[in-house]
């Protein structure tokens, strides 16, 4: 498994041993692609695909995610696991599945209950969409997308793909992907409701005042 010797999230593991090259992360890496947030906990880290780098909470990754390997072995996402890359490099992004709830194919993807990808930040986002296997955010299932939904065009990618999610505030209709959203750093917040939680997103326009865009660093925004 890789570690960062410079974020908390690993800190020195990778130094510890003289004949690991130490590895940083950028600190936008560090944050988990699923959720966004950099935070972690000692049963809650965040851990890295060997093979394609993504970072995830291993709670928000849920199953093949709960046991960190010990040492050296490596630790790789489940689409890296079904697609393994060739000995002689990485994956090209068009080697990955594509999900079918967005146009984007990197980060968290998990298998759907028809045997394609889907992220896990679409089924969470995208509603009318559920986890076979809740607790390990395994097999999704989209059984009730509205098929307006489907028709929508995302204002940040110009695409119709997928299911796109629309701005939370009152009559605004802007949508756009999930992912898209998340990669645009647009204000995404889980809040506690008596029974649940639900997810809302604003447009660029309705981003709350008191919010300020986190600072990231152009290139490293992954989600
Ligand atoms: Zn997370
Ligand atoms: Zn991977
Ligand atoms: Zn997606
Ligand atoms: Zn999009
Ligand atoms: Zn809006």
């Known amino acids: 498994m890789s570690v960062c010797v410079e974020c908390p999230t690993g800190s020195g593991l990778a130094a510890e041993d003289a004949s690991a ?3 940083a992360c950028f600190e936008d890496l560090a944050c988990c692609t699923i959720c966004g947030e950099g935070d972690w906990e ?14 995830v909470h291993q709670v928000c ?38 999900c079918i709830l967005c146009p984007n194919r990197d980060g968290a993807l998990k298998r759907t209950t028809d045997g394609r990808w889907a992220h896990i930040m679409c ?24 098929h307006e939904r489907l028709g929508l065009l995302c204002s940040i990618c110009k695409k119709q793909h997928g299911a ?3 701005c939370k505030a ?11 959203a998340r990669m645009k750093g ?15 997103a604003y447009c660029e326009k309705h981003r709350p005042a008191s919010t300020q865009k986190k600072k990231r660093r152009k290139r490293d925004i992954k989600w």
């Open 21 to 23: 090259e130490p590895i």
């Open 42 to 55: 000692d049963d809650n880290q965040i851990i890295f695909c060997d093979s394609c780098d993504l970072a």
């Open 61 to 98: 990754y849920g199953a093949g995610a709960r046991n960190i390997p010990q040492g050296d072995e490596p630790w790789y996402c489940d689409v890296c696991k079904a697609h393994p890359r060739r000995a002689n490099g990485r994956h090209s992004t068009n080697s990955r599945p594509a």
């Open 123 to 146: 089924a969470l986002w995208v509603p009318g969409v559920q986890f076979l296997d809740a607790e390990g955010r395994d097999i999704i299932h989209p059984y009730g997308i509205n």
């Open 164 to 166: 796109c999610i629309q």
């Open 170 to 180: 009152p009559r605004c209709l802007t949508a756009f992907h999930a992912t898209c």
């Open 186 to 200: 647009f204000h995404m917040v889980e809040r506690e409701r008596d029974d649940y939680v639900a997810l809302e």
